[in-house]
C-alpha cells in the first residue's frame, strides 16, 4: 500500500512538471515587460531631453529573467527567446505601432519627448524606466 502511495505521488509530481510551458511570447508579464524596455530606449534615443534610468532598466530586465527562470524556463529557453529575429521583429512592430497610436512622428523628437513625459507622468512601465533630464 505504501509504494502504491509513494508512486502515485511521484506520478502526480511528474506529470505537474510535464505540463508544457507556454511560449515566452504568450506570457505577458515577459512579453510587455521587454516590450516597455524597448520603447522607453526608443524614447530615450530620439529624445535629447529625457534619459534612462540604467540602473533601474538592468533591475527591471534582470527581474524579467528570474521571473521567467521561476515559472520553469531555462537560461536556454530565456536566451533563444530574447535572441530570436523573429521575436525581435515581432516586438519591434508592437512597438511601432504603439508610438504611431499615441502620437508619435518619426523624425519628430518632440512627439517622443510628449510620450516620455506621458509615460513618467502617469507612472507606467516604461515612464519608471525614464527621467526627465
Do not use: H, W
Not at 39 to 57: Q, T, V
Not at 66 to 95: F, H, P, Q
Not at 113 to 131: D, N, P, V, W
Amino acid at each position: 500500500m505504501k509504494k502504491v502511495m509513494m508512486t502515485a505521488a511521484a506520478a502526480a509530481v511528474l506529470a505537474t512538471s510535464v505540463q508544457a510551458k507556454p511560449n515566452l511570447r504568450d506570457v505577458s508579464a515577459i512579453d510587455d515587460g521587454l516590450l516597455a524596455v524597448a520603447l522607453a530606449n526608443e524614447i530615450r534615443n530620439k529624445c535629447a531631453n529625457i534619459s534612462p534610468r540604467m540602473l533601474k532598466a538592468l533591475r527591471f530586465v534582470n527581474g524579467l529573467r528570474d521571473k521567467a527562470r521561476n515559472m520553469g524556463y531555462s537560461d536556454t529557453e530565456i536566451d533563444a527567446y530574447r535572441k530570436s529575429d523573429v521575436e525581435k521583429e515581432r516586438l519591434k512592430a508592437k512597438g511601432y505601432a504603439y508610438l504611431e497610436a499615441n502620437g508619435v512622428i518619426n523624425g519628430q523628437p518632440e512627439t517622443y519627448c510628449a510620450l516620455g513625459r506621458a509615460e513618467i507622468e502617469k507612472s507606467s512601465q516604461i515612464g519608471a524606466l525614464l527621467k526627465v533630464n
